[in-house]
Every structure is written in structure tokens, then in C-alpha cells.
């Protein structure tokens, strides 16, 4: 059963940075989906950013566009999150999803977070002065 295993968070001042990591526990990282939804308090789940394992492709949802980078290490099973010029909106408990890629990386930054395959338990990310 694949799990994820996310880490990174903690207290940031606006503007400035955090590297998420979420680390795959599976034989190999070949036609997965992967990425990062929010769910800020009160708010419904957003999806962030995620990428194909297999050629790369990333979305972003607008929000965080030209501010966070997706990037992916297969042979360390691990995505990773940057995100810079953090702002107190972006405060959230991030998780780390993943589905197997049949469909565009878009469809599953779209998805109704409780029907993506697999999810992670969450890692705290407070932007606050």
C-alpha cells in the first residue's frame, strides 16, 4: 500500500520561504500523479500544485502560481514544495496526494480531495509576523 510522509512545515514571517517534502513509500514512482492540497481553516480543500512522475508536467492553481515550484526526485521517491514569498493566506495544513496518472496532471489538482488514492496526514504551514 503506498503511504506518504510529509515534512517541511513550521512558523514562517511573510515573505519568506519553506521547502515541503513529501517522501513515497512504493517500488517505483513510474505513472503517479503527485502534489499538494491545502486546507486552510474554515475553508474547503484546495488543490496547490502537482506533477506527473512520469514526464514532469506541472500545474498550479493561480494563487500560488510564480510563487511555489513543484519538483520531483524519483530516485528518491520524494516531491518536493518551495514556496516563496509566503503571504498569511497561504496559512493551511498541507497534505501530500497521490494518484496513478491516467489523465492529465491538471484533472488531479481538481479532484475531490476525498477521492484521490492516496493522502498524507498533513504538515502545519502558518505565515504569520
Known amino acids: 500500500q503506498v503511504q506518504l510522509v510529509e515534512s517541511g512545515g513550521g512558523l514562517v514571517q511573510p515573505g519568506g520561504s519553506l521547502r515541503l517534502s513529501c517522501k513515497i513509500s512504493?517500488?517505483?514512482?513510474?505513472?503517479?500523479?503527485i502534489g499538494w492540497y491545502r486546507q486552510a481553516p474554515g475553508k474547503d480543500y484546495e488543490g496547490v500544485s502537482c506533477?506527473?512522475?512520469?514526464?514532469?508536467?506541472?500545474y498550479y492553481a493561480d494563487s500560488v502560481k510564480g510563487r511555489f515550484t513543484i519538483s520531483r526526485d524519483n530516485a528518491k521517491n520524494t516531491v518536493y514544495l518551495e514556496m516563496n514569498s509566503l503571504k498569511p493566506e497561504d496559512t493551511a495544513v498541507y497534505y501530500c496526494?497521490?494518484?496513478?496518472?491516467?489523465?492529465?496532471?491538471?484533472?488531479?489538482?481538481?479532484?475531490?480531495?476525498?477521492?484521490?488514492?492516496?493522502w498524507g496526514q498533513g504538515t502545519l504551514v502558518t505565515v504569520s509576523s
Open positions: 496526494v497521490a494518484d496513478h496518472l491516467i489523465f492529465d496532471v491538471t484533472y488531479y489538482c481538481r479532484k475531490d480531495f476525498r477521492y484521490l488514492e492516496v
Open positions: 512504493i517500488f517505483t514512482l513510474d505513472y503517479y500523479a
Open positions: 506533477i506527473s512522475s512520469s514526464d514532469g508536467s506541472t
